[in-house]
C-alpha cells in the first residue's frame, strides 16, 4: 500500500476557491490510478474526480465537472484537486486514494475500487 496524506481543507464562503494536496509515499509516482472521494455528512462515499498516471487520463463526477480540476506533481510526488465556484453541498470530507494496479474497464469514481487511503482534509462552504 501507498501512504496518502491530504491538507488544504478549510473554510471558504460560496464561489471561493480551494486547493487541496495530497503527498504520496511511493518511491515512484509513475503507475497507478489516484482519486479524491469525498463523504459529507451523514452521506454516503462519492466519487469526485481521478487521474491514470500512466496516460493522464482524467475523470469527474457530473456534481463538479467544469469547476474541479485534478492534477498530479510527479516530480514532487503530489496530486492537487482545484475546486473553483464552490457550493455549499460541496461541503464533505476529501479523502485522497490510490490504486497501484491501475486496473483496465473499473469505474475510479467508486470509492470500492481503492485499496489505500488518506485521513481527509475538511472542506467547508459556508457563509
Known amino acids: 500500500q501507498v501512504q496518502l496524506v491530504e491538507s488544504g481543507g478549510g473554510l471558504v464562503q460560496p464561489g471561493g476557491a480551494l486547493r487541496l494536496s495530497c503527498s504520496v509515499s511511493?518511491?515512484?509516482?509513475?503507475?497507478?490510478?489516484f482519486g479524491w472521494i469525498r463523504q459529507a455528512p451523514g452521506k454516503g462515499r462519492e466519487g469526485v474526480s481521478f487521474?491514470?498516471?500512466?496516460?493522464?487520463?482524467?475523470g469527474y463526477a457530473d456534481s463538479v465537472k467544469g469547476r474541479f480540476t485534478i492534477s498530479r506533481d510527479e516530480g514532487a510526488k503530489m496530486m492537487y484537486l482545484q475546486m473553483n465556484s464552490l457550493r455549499p453541498e460541496d461541503t464533505a470530507n476529501y479523502y485522497c486514494?490510490?490504486?497501484?494496479?491501475?486496473?483496465?474497464?473499473?469505474?475510479?469514481?467508486?470509492?470500492?475500487?481503492?485499496?489505500?487511503w488518506g485521513q481527509g482534509t475538511r472542506v467547508t462552504v459556508s457563509s
Open positions: 486514494a490510490a490504486d497501484l494496479r491501475s486496473r483496465p474497464n473499473t469505474d475510479y469514481l467508486l470509492a470500492g475500487n481503492y485499496d489505500s
Open positions: 511511493e518511491v515512484t509516482f509513475d503507475y497507478g490510478t
Open positions: 487521474i491514470k498516471v500512466e496516460d493522464g487520463e482524467t
